[in-house]
């Protein structure tokens, strides 16, 4: 070591106790000390604020840090004012202050003490302040969360592409970027921004080998199952990720039912309430917290054990940034992500409204994100590839810890179609998308292709045998194998690399892993909500049919009357053995667990004794009753007899929701007497004829009323007549 070496690892340990850099962290100080413009890319937990803090806090002059949240600043200084004696070592200069703590943290930086100094890019763009800056010694500018600036990172902040103008108005200083942020795109962005294209980059490994990737089908079931996850973690921390407010919400709602120890945290809650549930995340007064991406920038705690995706992120970068908050001690992390078409559907329709610019950005880094979730490949490798580094899945670090490689999906050889795939990309000169290079081999039209007379080519439709499912999943694979390439200039134009060129020549085996299928088939449920079979004990679920037809038999009424499917289904999945617990199954309220529960616990007791049962407690999510009041209303005014159109109306609900509503309190087992509107709608007679129909019927399906019927009733009066039926009949 030469005597500067010996001088940092001695600061090293003075300021921070460490006796040892981790990573790069060295090579960066050193190009930091040599006033080098440099560029930090370090994945999250790797240890990039001490790349920064070290040099400020032994160079001459106060290092400016540009940082786009409060929080995290605060952190920081709270964290850097630990280390000295000196409160004044490090301030931050932001809208929160006020005029005396604005004139103390000039007064610290003229008198040399602050070596610190984190600032919002808003508030250098203050007149005052960078007049003040400029007559006194800066050290560097440090710009963290770099990502900003650029459009294709997950963060865009508009304030972020002035920050050059104003550094040059300092003078000449060195400026030091940093990123969690890997994509190259992203990282051409930042240089050409901040005009440092000369900066030293030292870019980290982005691979975190102790994480444990996973997606699952998001079905009607997600919260029993994000409880169940969350039992088998008891007692360690957690984060949930909702894309809305509102989700957030009744999740953490949901929780707390159950008797987990859960918070919500987002930007509509109070400074107050966000710093609070923040702390009792911290301090580990609660468990989990639930919360939309607002927060977490500034959480620095080691142990998270787990980070769960409610919603499928907007891009990948977020999802890095995301996951990256579990095991930053380097112990377990497991992430755990929900998938459904459908959302990406909502995320789409969402852009929709932005800019056309922003809107192909958008949607091009939502695909790969899709792309992401359904891969039946390494999703390690699938990420780190996303980030421009290769990872050998047979002998990488962490190459087993993720879903698809300990349970591989089937492969078939897929040599051939390669050679199709490469060849379609050469011959239509590389201006395509992945999406107009499948519509090409599956020879479908759209306004693209026609304007390049692709589709008179000889080779348009050479790949109908296969589905646009299947090309898109090849694509991928061989993308991730290095035969083609995204260019980033036009992001998502597909070239042809060298490789692949070699590929055409001689082609070798290529094994092609198939795709997940996502299917909405998991979603299908009935309107009072429930269980899709496959879960539930199949024993079970006969016996209680069987004791259902009894007990309906011996009332003289249709066994749907008695408790419907779902309910019978989630009874054999959850094993209520008391009255109180068939509360929580599916469409059994208070009244229906009266009439008719006590055969059916009874019967599930024995099962459960004779069977050797262990009972899922975890198993029995109670609801929240977040509808509770809207149905009190509802109840409450139709005993009034007011116009259903009032009271949905009243309660800002569609026709359509509100008669879900009634189905839901009147399956669960309470009256409401409609007869009163529906004097108004049918007569007696037709009245009697839907009472009939529904009480000979095997099913209570409107569907199947419907077609009896023929076109003599609509959806609602149906709807409503089968209300009045249960009602009467059931309650």
């Known amino acids: 070591m030469n005597s500067n070496e010996i001088e940092i690892h001695k600061e090293l340990k003075k300021y921070f106790g460490f006796s040892q850099f981790k990573g790069l962290q060295e090579q960066v100080i050193t190009s930091i000390l040599d006033e080098k413009n440099t560029f930090v890319i370090m994945p999250t937990g790797g240890g990039k604020s001490l790349c920064y803090q070290l040099p400020a806090l032994i160079q001459e002059g106060t290092a400016i840090v540009v940082s786009p949240l409060i929080a995290l600043m605060k952190n920081q200084v709270d964290a850097i004012r630990s280390l000295s004696s000196e409160n004044g070592i490090a301030h931050v200069l932001n809208s929160s202050l006020t005029k005396t703590e604005i004139a103390q943290v000039k007064k610290d930086i003229t008198s040399g003490l602050t070596k610190l100094l984190y600032v919002a890019p808003e508030s250098l763009t203050k007149e005052e302040y960078v007049a003040f800056l400029q007559s006194v010694p800066i050290s560097f500018v440090a710009i963290d969360e770099a990502h900003c600036i650029s459009e294709w990172g997950h963060d865009f902040r508009p304030e972020y592409r002035n920050l050059r103008n104003i550094i040059k108005q300092l003078g000449k200083v060195p400026i030091i970027g940093l990123t969690a942020t890997a994509t190259p795109k992203v990282q051409e962005d930042i240089l050409k921004n901040l005009d440092m294209a000369d900066a030293n980059t030292f870019k980290a490994s982005f691979n975190r080998p102790n994480l444990y990737y996973e997606v699952r089908t998001k079905t009607k079931n997600i919260e029993s199952d994000i409880i169940r996850f969350i039992k088998q973690h008891k007692g360690k921390s957690g984060i949930i990720y909702c894309l809305s407010r509102k989700k957030v919400e009744s999740i953490a709602e949901v929780l707390q039912v159950n008797g987990i120890s859960a918070v919500p945290y987002h930007a509509g809650l109070d400074a107050k309430t966000r710093a609070k549930h923040q702390d009792m995340f911290l301090m580990e007064d609660v468990d989990v917290v639930v919360a939309t991406i607002a927060f977490g920038m500034g959480i620095d705690k080691p142990d998270v054990r787990f980070v769960i995706h409610h919603d499928i992120p907007k891009s990948l970068e977020s999802y890095y940034q995301e996951t990256g908050r579990a095991g930053r001690d380097g112990g377990e992390g497991h992430c755990l992500a929900y998938y459904s078409y459908k959302d990406v559907e909502k995320l789409e329709k969402f852009m929709s409204g932005k800019p056309v610019a922003e809107q192909e950005i958008g949607f091009a880094l939502l ?29 990488g670090e962490g190459a087993d810890m993720d879903d698809n490689v300990r349970n591989p999906k089937h492969k078939v050889e897929a040599k051939e179609q390669v050679v199709k795939l490469l060849e379609i990309v050469r011959d239509t000169k590389h201006i395509y998308k992945s999406k107009e290079i499948v519509f090409t081999l599956i020879g479908r039209i759209n306004a693209v292709i026609k304007a390049h007379k692709t589709d008179t080519q000889p080779y348009f439709g050479s790949g109908s045998d ?179 159109n009032d009271i949905a109306s009243a309660k800002g609900l569609t026709m359509d929701a509100l008669i879900k509503e009634m189905e839901q309190i009147v399956y669960s087992g309470t009256k409401l007497n409609i007869k009163y509107w529906l004097d108004d709608i049918l007569d007696d007679d037709q009245q009697e004829e839907i009472h009939d129909y529904f009480m000979e019927s095997e099913s209570d399906k409107i569907e199947d009323a419907l077609k009896e019927f023929d076109g003599d009733y609509d959806i609602d009066e149906l709807r409503l007549m089968r209300i009045k039926f249960i009602s009467e009949v059931a309650n």
């Open 466 to 644: 296969h589905d646009e499912k299947y090309w898109m999943a090849l694509l991928r694979q061989v993308l991730v194998s290095g035969y083609l390439s995204k260019d980033i200039e036009t992001y998502g134009v597909i070239k042809i690399t060298k490789a692949g060129l070699d590929f055409i020549k001689k082609p070798v085996s290529f094994m092609m892993s198939e795709d997940h299928e996502y299917t909405e088939a998991d979603d299908e449920t009935i309107v009072t909500g429930g269980k899709s079979s496959g879960t539930a004990d199949e024993v079970l679920t006969g016996m209680l049919r069987e004791l259902r037809k009894k007990v309906a038999k011996k009332l003289g009424v249709p066994p749907f009357v008695v408790f419907q499917d779902p309910s019978i289904e989630d009874m054999a999945l959850k094993y209520p053995i008391t009255i109180q617990e068939l509360y929580n199954i599916h469409g059994v309220g208070e009244g229906k667990a009266k009439k008719y529960g006590s055969e059916f616990v009874a019967l599930i007791s024995r099962y459960v004794e004779d069977n050797d049962i262990i009972r899922p407690d975890d198993l029995v999510v109670k609801s929240t009753g977040v509808n509770s009041a809207n149905k009190l209303y509802i109840i409450q005014n139709i005993d009034r007899k007011l116009s259903l």
């Open 367 to 395: 695909q790969e994100v899709v792309a992401y979730a359904e891969t039946s490949m390494s999703r390690r490798k699938f990420l780190l590839h996303y980030f421009g580094e290769e990872f050998d899945s047979e002998t």
